[in-house]
């Protein structure tokens, strides 16, 4: 996006920041990120604020609130996470941690502009205030809200839950609310999103002799549930197809991480899927993200087809035990079945691909 951007405006730009920092979890370069961006819109002036934002930018662009530490936010963001909270929930806590989400980058300029790459599908599809957890777009979610969320899950440091409870309590200032007369001259457009890389995807499979069939909903939900429920709509498609089909997908599951291996929730969800393939010949479904990356791991997802539960029994893996303790990638890693992408350098969440004679 920084590339493109700089490629068009040219000499126009007077001081950028590019953002390359810690993702899924903050680190020491976003706290320097999220510092130095507050600070740049707050001497722009009458000079106009772009912002190119993507989905990472919660863990990429961090400023923890005054007396929350790095360490305490990513402590936070790793149990929601861990605990299956969608991303909607998810960033409505992370915004009532941060001096720079929900609004305040904007309200920090004059005026703005911002370019958004969309990774956000649910509840709301392409909803600014989630993507990136909102630096620059008002926030409807309350301290309330996010204590409501917090209290749910449990574990997290003491400090998060004092700074919730004491802004729920009125004692800290909100988040910027739609209507602030701070975000007057904030405007925000959603340049690319799921439904691009949708659009691409069938271009390809059409231009390769398939049926193209695309299930409109986003992939939702938790990992394991949601292989099923996509392999329940593409199963339709199968019946009506004449010839090679491909069925295609886009969205971003969760995970409810029980257990102590390690994968993504691509991964989970390809294994998930492992066994309704199995009867079904010339078949294969890859899930992947399209940043190229898939929770804690090199992959970007991971390849399933009709004889990758035959052989991992041949290779002595049990996917039953590697989807219970969360343990997706070394079974595909023993399998050779990894989709290894490195960054790709977009985010619009995750795709599904499945082909069928």
Do not use: W
Not at 74 to 99: E, F
């Amino acid at each position: 996006m920084a590339h493109t951007a700089a490629g068009i405006l040219r000499d126009r730009v007077q001081e950028a920041i590019v953002v390359m920092a810690g993702h899924p979890l903050p680190d020491a370069a976003s706290v320097q990120a999220g510092r130095a961006s507050l600070e740049l819109a707050r001497q722009a002036g009458d000079r106009a604020l772009l912002v190119l934002l993507s989905g990472g930018a919660s863990a990429m662009l961090c400023a923890p609130a005054d007396g929350i530490t790095l360490e305490e936010k990513a402590a936070a963001t790793r149990v929601l996470m861990n605990t299956g909270v969608d991303i909607h929930d998810l960033n409505c806590v992370r915004k009532h941690l941060s001096d720079i989400k929900g609004g305040r980058l904007a309200a920090a300029a004059r005026s703005s502009l911002t370019l958004a790459i969309s990774d956000v599908h649910h509840p709301i599809e392409d909803d600014p205030a989630t993507i990136g957890s909102g630096p620059t777009a008002a926030d409807p979610t309350t301290f309330a809200q996010a204590l409501e969320i917090a209290s749910a899950v449990g574990e997290l440091p003491a400090a998060v839950m004092n700074r919730l409870r004491r802004g729920a309590a009125g004692a800290l200032e909100e988040t910027i609310k739609p209507g602030d007369p701070r975000l007057r001259d904030a405007h925000f457009s959603i340049v690319g999103n799921r439904r691009t890389a949708l659009a691409a995807a069938a271009d390809c499979a059409g231009a390769l002799g398939y049926a193209v069939a695309v299930v409109g909903e986003p992939t939702s939900g938790e990992a394991n549930l949601a292989a099923r429920t996509f392999m329940a709509r593409a199963e339709q498609h199968f019946r009506d197809a004449g010839g090679p089909v491909c069925v295609l997908a886009a969205g971003e599951t969760t995970v409810n991480v029980v257990g102590h291996g390690r994968g993504g929730r691509n991964q989970q969800f390809a294994l998930a899927a492992a066994a309704e393939l199995s009867s079904r010949r010339a078949t294969v479904l890859v899930s992947a993200g399209t940043d190229g990356i898939d929770g804690p791991t090199p992959a970007a997802g991971a390849l399933v087809e009709s004889t990758t539960c035959d052989r991992a029994i041949r290779a002595g893996l049990s996917r039953e035990r590697a989807l219970a303790d969360n343990d997706a990638y070394p079974c595909f890693e023993r399998l050779g079945d990894l989709i290894v992408t490195g960054p790709t350098g977009t985010n619009v969440g995750d795709i599904q691909i499945l082909l069928a004679e």
